[in-house]
């Protein structure tokens, strides 16, 4: 070998006859797998994330919706309606009796978008369920390269 040839790949490393050539590169092709996973699971996170902001923002507006039909009604609806009960009783009683319904009719509204806000899911359960499965298939790649290394170092141990 001259000065303007480069050395060999390896060439300071000792390479054991036999020795499985690619221990390294199970490993690094391992880690990259699970990175891979890992930016997958991710982006499916970010997926399910916008469609529950969605489902949260149909709920808010049904919120909303209901604030504002209780306001308008208490505004507007509760003089015509007190001005025609107060035809047949005293104007107290006819004012009484349409704050109660309209505060019944707002509390229904705000329990709906209650119930249509408490349905949506939060947890993004589909990613929660593949970084599981990724767990137990990361602890069996870990297992594997263990159970190589350890049969690698019995066949090479006593060189």
Sequence with gaps: MNASTPPEAGAGRRQLAGAPE?????ISDAIKDLQNMLRGEVQLAKVELKEDAGTIGRATGFLGGAALFGLAGFMFFILALIY???????NWLAAGIVSVGLTVTG?????????????ANLKPQQTIEALKEDKAWAQEQ??????????????FGSI
């Design 22 to 26: 690619g221990l390294s590169t199970l």
């Design 84 to 90: 025609l009960l107060s035809k047949v009783m005293p």
């Design 107 to 119: 509390a229904l509204l705000g329990l709906a978008g209650k119930d249509r806000l408490s349905a």
């Design 142 to 155: 870990v297992q594997e390269i263990k159970d190589e290394t350890d049969r690698v170092k019995q066949q």
